[in-house]
């Protein structure tokens, strides 16, 4: 028998199209009756499961809650990430160094950190000092799990009845989370850390122990941090004999140590102890009976009304000391005794000069805050003043406080067009005409035009258009690559903080710090070097060895050429000479700086520099509302002459690198010709074979020789130089 021929190609796919066909429809005929009867399967159980009444509301809301529930785990679960992010490091050891701090003449001038002393437990501290800090602070402190719902709850409800905060709602452990993570900023971000922390901190940590680092590390005004520390300040005596009434008045300072200081409003501390004394009885603690004596005899501090603490400069300096211990600069070091440059008497000066000119000239230019930055040309910081009042707040707005620096920003965007451009000098014609970068146009002060004029003329005379024209020309067209270069040369002369980029960057717009402007002046006024602010001269341990020291272990880096730097400083002390720094002339020594003013005037500069010394003088308001017309040539400037005159007296003038001579000759005779041997002196040091310590003990030793001479003369004994090395070096004692 003959096969049948084969079935052609398009056949054989027609029927296997029709064959998968009926398949595919059987099957999901089958399908669909087997999930009927799964669903009439289901149905009928269902029915035997079904809620009535009581029973189906209760279902209902279970249902309901474990939605929402799983709901909130997410968002927790988000919240806490951030706050648990703030203990990757190694949390409790970076916070407890024991700083002393010494000024530049070798007297101690504050502590910082904690009492490391392992003698001092908790056990140590008076019993009634921890009953008055439990009643007052966190009642149910042993029995909640870090936060206290029924105390927040409390404190809510007295609060209300008070018409304003008489309580406080977060619990001991939640302090201490914010003391050890957080800052002080009030928002709701930090609420929501400070809360996570807190249950964070109750797993790693015990009762006792979170209560013992509470006591260590709780600011209680007048710059003492922790009980120990407070107890020696107020009460002149050691923690362990503070009486009752001693006790019920550093309790009341946990919460608002500045407006209950006791050197600061003695009644207002002795009202917030007897507060304090009803909560013990309150809480059971005490008795009516036993409070009475203590009420009778409240406590009296130590007369500390003509003491003057430089808090904003040693809170500064702290940080500082914090972040080198981080970087392992002082080994497992944890007990040091810090050497600074801390000018005490220049300090005293320049914060009794902010407040002085805002009393005579604050209403009248509707401003509320200054702050100043002095520092020598390496960086050494001389005197810092971050406020107008500690006491009142402690917010340093000379080292955390970012606001636009108007015209003073403009040597940056000089000095990268010089660098980029060397044929250009300070008396190449530059032309003042109108210029837009799309719809943003910038006008001068005077909203008119000068036409062509020197690059020098330029910068004296604070020409806005000069430098948006700048930013074209170093980015060859593309104004956004050249001021991403402008960016670059401020950040290595020593702007730490993002510069946001805008058209207007180059005039001033981006936000600075007062005593990063310092830090950047001084690159012009040393010669080109870089000079970080520090505060740690020479740091030893507890025996006295010596375990840093800044000439040893630090080493500039040379940031700007010599002779972009000879330019800009020739340009900026025609800038005081000539033209909106006049206010800034001391007499006998040159002076170079530049001006600043914000839109809007809500800012005033004047940031300036000698050939000894920078400064950075900030003015305005908190809260950014506007000043009455005050320019950076008005109160700034005034402000930095008189804090600069002080600071120059008794030191040998140097030189600024490619500045004017002709004000340099005219020296007063409050200043003294130099000797031949501090002459020699300030040429090595210009040169680089000298160190700064030895510039100034070999310049001291010049005063002291005219000094006896004149001795010799007159037949009176000499007087020894205030501020120079060699007067100190007698002053300067060995660290323990």
């Given at each position: 028998?003959?096969?049948?021929?084969?079935?052609?190609?398009?056949?054989?796919?027609?029927?296997?199209?029709?064959?998968?066909?009926?398949?595919?429809?059987?099957?999901?005929?089958?399908?669909?009756?087997?999930?009927?009867?799964?669903?009439?399967?289901?149905?009928?159980?269902?029915?035997?499961?079904?809620?009535?009444?009581?029973?189906?509301?209760?279902?209902?809301?279970?249902?309901?809650?474990?939605?929402?529930?799983?709901?909130?785990?997410?968002?927790?679960?988000?919240?806490?990430?951030?706050?648990f992010r703030e203990t990757e490091s190694d949390w409790l050891k970076t916070q407890d160094l024991a700083v002393t701090f010494l000024d530049r003449y070798g007297q101690e001038v504050g502590r910082r950190g904690l009492n490391l002393d392992d003698s001092y437990k908790l056990e140590d501290f008076p019993d009634h000092l921890i009953k008055a800090a439990l009643a007052t602070e966190d009642r149910r402190?042993?029995?909640?799990?870090?936060?206290?719902?029924?105390?927040?709850?409390?404190?809510?409800?007295?609060?209300?009845?008070?018409?304003?905060?008489?309580?406080?709602?977060?619990?001991?452990?939640?302090?201490?989370?914010?003391?050890?993570?957080?800052?002080?900023?009030?928002s709701l971000e930090r609420k929501i850390k400070e809360a996570f922390l807190a249950i964070w901190l109750e797993f790693h940590l015990t009762k006792d122990e979170i209560l013992k680092h509470y006591l260590d590390r709780a600011y209680m005004g007048g710059g003492a941090h922790g009980a120990v520390?407070?107890?020696?300040?107020?009460?002149?005596?050691?923690?362990?004999?503070?009486t009752l009434a001693e006790s019920a008045m550093l309790a009341g300072l946990f919460k608002a140590p500045t407006k209950y200081a006791p050197h600061i409003n003695l009644p207002a501390a002795r009202a917030r102890a007897n507060e304090v004394l009803r909560n013990m009885v309150e809480a059971g603690f005490l008795t009516e009976g036993q409070i009475q004596i203590a009420r009778r005899n409240?406590?009296?501090?130590?007369?500390?009304?003509?003491?003057?603490?430089?808090?904003?400069?040693?809170?500064?300096?702290?940080?500082?000391?914090?972040?080198?211990?981080?970087?392992?600069?002082?080994?497992?070091?944890?007990?040091?005794?810090?050497?600074?440059?801390?000018?005490?008497?220049?300090?005293?000066?320049?914060?009794?000069?902010?407040?002085n000119m805002l009393r005579q000239h604050g209403r009248q230019?509707?401003?509320?805050?200054?702050?100043?930055?002095?520092?020598?040309?390496?960086?050494?910081?001389?005197?810092?003043?971050?406020?107008?009042?500690?006491?009142?707040?402690?917010?340093?707005?000379?080292?955390?406080?970012?606001?636009?620096?108007?015209?003073?920003?403009?040597?940056?965007?000089?000095?990268?067009?010089?660098?980029t451009n060397p044929k250009l000098r300070p008396t190449s014609n530059v032309v003042d005409q109108p210029i837009c970068l799309g719809n943003w146009c910038p006008q001068n002060y005077n909203r008119s035009f000068s036409g062509s004029m020197s690059l020098t003329s330029a910068l004296a005379r604070s020409i806005n258009s000069i430098p948006v024209r700048m930013s074209l020309e170093i980015g060859k067209g593309n104004a956004k690559a050249g001021r991403a270069v402008i960016v670059d040369t401020a950040k290595r002369m020593g702007l730490t903080h993002p510069l946001t980029d805008s058209s207007s960057l180059p005039i001033g717009a981006a936000?600075?710090?007062v005593i990063d402007m310092a830090a950047a002046y001084a690159v012009f006024a040393n010669g080109g070097k870089r000079a970080d602010p520090y505060a740690a001269?020479?740091?030893?341990?507890?025996?006295?060895?010596?375990?840093?020291?800044?000439?040893?272990?630090?080493?500039?880096?040379?940031?700007?050429?010599?002779?972009?730097?000879?330019?800009?400083?020739?340009?900026?002390?025609?800038?005081?000479?000539?033209?909106?720094?006049?206010?800034?002339?001391?007499?006998?020594?040159?002076?170079?700086?530049?001006?600043?003013?914000?839109?809007?005037?809500?800012?005033?500069?004047?940031?300036?520099?000698?050939g000894n010394l920078v400064a950075s003088v900030w003015y305005g308001n908190d809260d950014s509302t506007s000043m009455n017309d005050m320019t950076g040539g008005t109160l700034p400037a005034m402000t930095w002459h008189d804090v600069m005159n002080v600071a120059h007296q008794n030191l040998e003038i140097r030189p600024i690198p490619g500045a004017s001579p002709a004000n340099a000759n005219r020296v007063a005779s409050a200043n003294r010709p130099a000797t031949d041997q501090a002459q020699a002196a300030s040429q090595a040091f210009l040169a680089g074979t000298l160190s700064r310590k030895s510039y100034e003990v070999l310049g001291g030793i010049g005063t002291l020789f005219?000094?006896?001479?004149?001795?010799?003369?007159?037949?009176?004994?000499?007087?020894?130089?205030?501020?120079?090395?060699?007067?100190?070096?007698?002053r300067q004692v060995a660290m323990p």
């Amino acid at each position: 028998m003959s096969q049948p021929p084969p079935l052609p190609f398009t056949t054989r796919v027609k029927r296997a199209a029709l064959a998968f066909d009926a398949w595919l429809n059987s099957a999901l005929f089958q399908g669909r009756n087997g999930l009927g009867r799964v669903w009439e399967w289901y149905s009928e159980k269902m029915k035997g499961l079904r809620f009535r009444g009581a029973s189906r509301v209760l279902l209902d809301l279970t249902s309901e809650a474990t939605t929402l529930g799983a709901a909130g785990a997410v968002v927790m679960l988000a919240l806490a990430l951030p706050a648990f992010r703030e203990t990757e490091s190694d949390w409790l050891k970076t916070q407890d160094l024991a700083v002393t701090f010494l000024d530049r003449y070798g007297q101690e001038v504050g502590r910082r950190g904690l009492n490391l002393d392992d003698s001092y437990k908790l056990e140590d501290f008076p019993d009634h000092l921890i009953k008055a800090a439990l009643a007052t602070e966190d009642r149910r402190f042993y029995d909640h799990w870090g936060i206290d719902p029924f105390g927040t709850l409390r404190a809510l409800i007295v609060n209300a009845q008070g018409g304003g905060v008489v309580q406080g709602g977060s619990s001991i452990t939640q302090q201490l989370a914010k003391n050890l993570f957080l800052t002080n900023e009030r928002s709701l971000e930090r609420k929501i850390k400070e809360a996570f922390l807190a249950i964070w901190l109750e797993f790693h940590l015990t009762k006792d122990e979170i209560l013992k680092h509470y006591l260590d590390r709780a600011y209680m005004g007048g710059g003492a941090h922790g009980a120990v520390a407070a107890a020696e300040y107020y009460f002149g005596k050691p923690a362990k004999d503070l009486t009752l009434a001693e006790s019920a008045m550093l309790a009341g300072l946990f919460k608002a140590p500045t407006k209950y200081a006791p050197h600061i409003n003695l009644p207002a501390a002795r009202a917030r102890a007897n507060e304090v004394l009803r909560n013990m009885v309150e809480a059971g603690f005490l008795t009516e009976g036993q409070i009475q004596i203590a009420r009778r005899n409240p406590a009296t501090p130590v007369n500390r009304a003509r003491e003057t603490t430089p808090d904003f400069y040693l809170d500064w300096a702290y940080e500082q000391v914090k972040l080198q211990a981080s970087q392992k600069k002082f080994g497992n070091e944890r007990v040091l005794i810090v050497k600074t440059p801390l000018d005490t008497n220049l300090q005293r000066h320049a914060e009794q000069t902010i407040e002085n000119m805002l009393r005579q000239h604050g209403r009248q230019y509707k401003a509320g805050q200054g702050a100043v930055v002095v520092m020598d040309v390496d960086g050494a910081v001389r005197a810092i003043v971050g406020g107008r009042d500690y006491g009142q707040s402690q917010f340093n707005r000379a080292t955390g406080g970012l606001r636009q620096p108007g015209s003073s920003f403009k040597p940056f965007v000089y000095a990268a067009a010089l660098t980029t451009n060397p044929k250009l000098r300070p008396t190449s014609n530059v032309v003042d005409q109108p210029i837009c970068l799309g719809n943003w146009c910038p006008q001068n002060y005077n909203r008119s035009f000068s036409g062509s004029m020197s690059l020098t003329s330029a910068l004296a005379r604070s020409i806005n258009s000069i430098p948006v024209r700048m930013s074209l020309e170093i980015g060859k067209g593309n104004a956004k690559a050249g001021r991403a270069v402008i960016v670059d040369t401020a950040k290595r002369m020593g702007l730490t903080h993002p510069l946001t980029d805008s058209s207007s960057l180059p005039i001033g717009a981006a936000e600075v710090t007062v005593i990063d402007m310092a830090a950047a002046y001084a690159v012009f006024a040393n010669g080109g070097k870089r000079a970080d602010p520090y505060a740690a001269w020479e740091v030893r341990n507890s025996s006295g060895e010596v375990i840093f020291s800044r000439d040893r272990d630090i080493q500039p880096k040379q940031v700007l050429d010599t002779r972009v730097v000879q330019d800009m400083n020739f340009m900026l002390n025609k800038v005081v000479e000539e033209g909106t720094g006049k206010r800034a002339i001391l007499e006998g020594i040159p002076v170079a700086g530049k001006t600043g003013t914000t839109n809007g005037y809500k800012d005033a500069w004047f940031v300036g520099y000698t050939g000894n010394l920078v400064a950075s003088v900030w003015y305005g308001n908190d809260d950014s509302t506007s000043m009455n017309d005050m320019t950076g040539g008005t109160l700034p400037a005034m402000t930095w002459h008189d804090v600069m005159n002080v600071a120059h007296q008794n030191l040998e003038i140097r030189p600024i690198p490619g500045a004017s001579p002709a004000n340099a000759n005219r020296v007063a005779s409050a200043n003294r010709p130099a000797t031949d041997q501090a002459q020699a002196a300030s040429q090595a040091f210009l040169a680089g074979t000298l160190s700064r310590k030895s510039y100034e003990v070999l310049g001291g030793i010049g005063t002291l020789f005219q000094s006896v001479d004149r001795s010799i003369t007159t037949g009176k004994a000499p007087e020894a130089p205030r501020n120079s090395a060699a007067a100190n070096t007698s002053r300067q004692v060995a660290m323990p």
